[in-house]
Nanobody
Framework: VQLVESGGGEVQAGGSIRLSCTSSGGDNYSRYCMGWSRQAPGKEREGVAAVDSDGSTDYGTSVKGRFTVSRDNAKNTLYLQMNSLKPEDTGMYFC?????????????????????????WGQGTQVTVAS
């Protein structure tokens, strides 16, 4: 599975950014739970959000209420709408994928609490939030 992120950039605190991730190769897109993780310099990877093929989602505590993850199974594309951005949201954002069955919330939750469970990772896109 090849994952390619886009949409990163620099924004002022309080602003918004929408990330996209297109997937190719591998099995049918609906057979993967998809997620976003991030890593700031000097910090560990952090699970941001994840979604299964039926649309069940989970979010990291620090982004709940501000970020929305969604997917378009017809386009093999994952999105992350980020609103009310804060300087602490700065980091490299990675698209991730893990095989799962429909409505497999355990995998969705695992991808957030331990992002390293994801088998597939994109190259990442940088998001910088200026104060």
């Amino acid at each position: 599975v090849q994952l390619v992120e886009s949409g990163g950039g620099e924004v002022q605190a309080g602003g918004s950014i929408r990330l996209s991730c297109t997937s190719s190769g591998g099995d049918n897109y609906s057979r993967y739970c998809m997620g976003w993780s991030r890593q700031a310099p000097g910090k560990e990877r952090e699970g941001v959000a994840a979604v299964d093929s039926d649309g069940s989602t989970d979010y990291g505590t620090s982004v709940k209420g501000r970020f929305t993850v969604s997917r378009d199974n017809a386009k093999n594309t994952l999105y992350l709408q980020m609103n009310s951005l804060k300087p602490e949201d700065t980091g490299m954002y990675f698209c991730t994928a893990e095989s799962c069955n429909p409505s497999d919330y355990d995998v969705v939750h695992a991808m957030v609490v331990n992002p390293n469970v994801a088998a597939y990772w994109g190259q990442g896109t940088q998001v910088t939030v200026a104060s």
